[in-house]
């Protein structure tokens, strides 16, 4: 934005610009790209929007007169109007172009031929740099580099590998020795030299074949346990929206999806593929005996070829109805199983029996198309190897019958022939389970693609222990693109050890608030300030660990309540949990267990009241020492003994800290300093107590509210 005439003029190629960075989570300061650039009252063009984005570290690409269809756009992009004013592209769908017209200030739908209308066909593409390099899309190529740091261990499986194919050449030869020489001279002593020869081929096969599996099975679970932590890891690194807008038992299926490709690496099937590569070897040994026959055995692998190119789509669609299906049945589980208070208090066992039988019979029918598509492959394929072998046998006894071919060449022709086919048919059915591992790296690659919270990083400000101010500047926030402002233009200022709190209307957006200064979500602009400080500059592990949070519903875990309480904090002293315990007003009732601080808690907090929990949530929010603590409705749900408990204790948990209580019982506000009020998404009112009982405005209406209903 820039200044002219004494009116605020908005450049919207810069502000379009701002918008791509937001998305790529980079950080850039509008001001100081006016500063460092020179921008001046002129609108910014194109070349200096892509010679700022370099600076960025962004790789930027310009296409004029684009006229590949839209719906193959990567977004989000730029685009430029006929007017020459600049705008972002961020969704493509059938419904139309979602775009964010920087002047405006929201996105906007239009139909492809509105959008024709406005457009000059001018775009500019993005990719940063540093996404480049850190943000690999997950694939089969992710396993190249990992399967390379055990070059030594692979080449010791290639070695046995190669070792026992070239071993296995002999058996053939021995044995058309034994009937071409032996049978025909009778040789007794020749015949058991050969036996014992071919007894040690096999004891050697053997000691070989373990070795190599012993070694390849080394390699793959050390790549499966690597793969398995960095998965659970980047789950955990994961922003709090991904969560909110899927299934738990939708995470859960995906992360179970692990299983397939663990069996993939630490099956048979690779193995498979490196003893494939040594058919050529045998294929060369088979035109020695006879070339007409070694054209027969190789004219099945183009048909196994053509059998594999019409099965894969029916699998790879089959796979796909049969996760989905599995998806649903895992998240009705994970759903009722977490709901089963609800389930049994409104007796709705018929109800998700019913559903439960749906859900199951959809994803038993999926698996039985999945399993008789491969039953099928797999049976056409043995009919093709047999019917090849059949036309071998009997074109080889006419070799023979010609006397072209003795018996012993013909046996060791189709044992070599079986050394061929076999790997070939085992490869065909590998692509079903290369393709069932396939749809397993993509589903997992929704966790992996999914980009991680900015935590951690060097680059990040990790500054002294804060004090507790906290400034909203022009703060706006959106669940989703499509979706309406849930926070609009925030603007306010929360001393440092103020108790403030924040009412409103169901829906308001006090929650989020709460999420925006913990930073799990990110403002689409504007920006939040503890300390004076940008927290989108600051480390969030390290900020969230400044602010402590009670929630109307705390997760406790299956441990013992002084483990619960010192959780983030594992090597506090006992005396340490048993101050902050006291402070929350829980060391009496603990005591009251015959184990007291070492009393096990069930999963959820089981066997405790709600009241209890909150107060070990408490207790547990305060063992950090935070400088900011907020309270998310977390008396909302207590009856008033507990609340009066723990609104005695107040004075004592506030003291030091900046205290946000967000309440719909205003009783318990009563000792705040400050109060916000907050309707639909906006601030509407900011001061004390007393000052907005005086106004006519919101905090008056909702108390008023509350007294007529008490």
């Known amino acids: 934005m820039k200044s002219l005439g004494g009116i605020m003029k908005i450049d919207t190629g810069l502000r379009a610009l701002l918008v791509i960075c937001k998305f790529q989570r980079i950080l850039a300061d509008e001001k100081q790209i006016i500063h460092e650039f020179a921008l001046g009252e002129k609108s910014v063009t194109s070349q200096e929007i892509m010679k700022i984005a370099k600076s960025l570290e962004f790789k930027v690409k310009k296409i004029e007169n684009y006229r ?5 756009l990567p977004v ?9 004013q600049f705008f972002v592209i961020m969704k493509v769908t059938s419904k139309g172009i979602l775009f964010f017209d920087p002047k405006v200030g929201q996105p906007k739908l239009l139909n492809i031929q509105q959008f024709d209308q406005l457009w000059n066909r001018t775009i500019l593409l993005f990719k940063h740099k540093k996404s480049m390099r850190e943000h690999p899309k997950f694939g089969f190529n992710w396993f190249i580099p990992t399967i390379l740091n055990y070059k030594k261990l ?4 290639l070695v046995a590998a190669f070792t026992i194919q070239i071993v296995g050449l002999f058996s053939p030869i021995m044995t058309q020795v034994v009937v071409d020489k032996v049978l025909v001279h009778n040789s007794l002593s020749t015949l058991n030299i050969l036996v014992i020869g071919l007894l040690i081929i096999t004891i050697f096969e053997l000691i070989m074949g373990i070795a190599k599996n012993y070694v390849f099975s080394i390699t793959t679970s050390k790549i499966d346990i690597l793969l398995s932590a960095k998965l659970f890891n980047h789950l955990l690194r994961l922003p709090l929206r991904y969560f909110e807008t899927r299934r738990i038992g939708d995470t859960v299926a995906r992360v179970r ?13 690779l193995t498979s593929v490196l003893d494939s590569f040594f058919i050529i070897i045998y294929i060369a040994v088979m035109f020695f005996y006879s070339s007409q026959l070694t054209w027969i055995t190789l004219a099945s692998i183009p048909i196994f070829a053509l059998l594999s190119a019409i099965a894969t789509p029916l699998f790879k669609n089959s796979l796909d109805e049969k996760f989905d299906a599995g998806a649903e049945v895992q998240s009705f589980l994970v759903e009722t199983v977490t709901g089963i208070n609800t389930v049994k208090s409104l007796a709705l066992e018929p109800v998700i ?17 999945s399993a008789i598509l491969s039953g099928n492959v797999g049976a056409i394929g043995q009919f093709i190897q047999k019917g090849f072998d059949l036309l071998l046998l009997w074109y080889g006894a006419n070799l023979v019958i010609d006397n072209q071919l003795s018996v012993g060449q013909l046996i060791a022709f189709r044992m070599l022939a079986s050394r061929v086919s076999g790997p070939v048919l085992r490869l065909v059915q590998l692509w079903q389970e290369f393709q069932q591992t396939g749809i397993s790296v993509e589903r997992i690659g929704d966790i992996f693609n999914t980009r991680t919270e900015i935590t951690q990083n060097s680059s ?47 829906g308001s957006g006090k929650s989020t608030l709460a999420k925006l200064i913990q930073r799990l979500y990110i403002p689409e602009s504007g920006k939040i300030l503890v300390d004076g400080v940008n927290i989108s500059i600051a480390d969030t592990v390290w900020l969230r660990r400044q602010i402590g949070v009670v929630l109307q519903e705390n997760f406790l875990f299956n441990m013992t309540i002084r483990e619960n309480i010192a959780i983030n904090k594992s090597n506090a002293s006992i005396e340490k949990v048993i101050e902050v315990a006291k402070i929350a007003g829980a060391h009496e009732f603990i005591l009251e267990f015959p184990n007291g601080y070492d009393t096990m808690i069930g999963e959820k907090g089981s066997g405790l009241s709600g009241g209890q929990k909150q107060r070990i949530a408490i207790a547990r929010a305060l063992l950090l020492n935070p400088r900011i603590l907020i309270f998310d409705e977390a008396t909302s ?11 005695q204790n107040l004075k004592k948990i506030s003291k030091n800290r900046t205290v946000l209580i967000i309440a719909h019982r205003l009783s318990t506000l009563k000792n705040a300093d400050l109060i916000m009020s907050i309707d639909k998404g906006s601030l509407v009112e900011f001061g004390s107590r ?11 209406y909702l108390y008023q509210q509350q007294e007529e209903a008490e």
């Open 637 to 647: 749900a207590l009856d008033y003994e507990s609340e009066r408990i723990i609104q």
């Open 257 to 269: 999806e692990l299983e397939n490709i663990r069996r993939f690496l630490t099956g048979t099937p």
């Open 76 to 84: 989000p992009c730029i685009g430029q109007k006929k007017n020459g």
């Open 353 to 369: 029996k019913k559903r439960w039988e749906d859900y199951q019979a959809k994803y038993t029918i999926t698996n039985f198309k």
């Open 460 to 506: 990040k400000t990790r500054l002294p222990k804060i004090k507790g101010e906290i400034i909203f500047e022009n703060v706006s926030f959106r669940y989703d693109i499509n979706d309406p402002e849930t926070i609009r233009q925030m603007n306010f200022k929360v001393p440092a050890g103020k108790v403030v709190g924040i009412v409103g209307r169901s």
């Open 154 to 157: 692979l080449i010791e499986v």
């Open 690 to 700: 007393l000052d907005l009982l005086n106004r006519n405005g919101l905090f008056r």
């Open 68 to 72: 590949i269809p839209l719906v193959k």
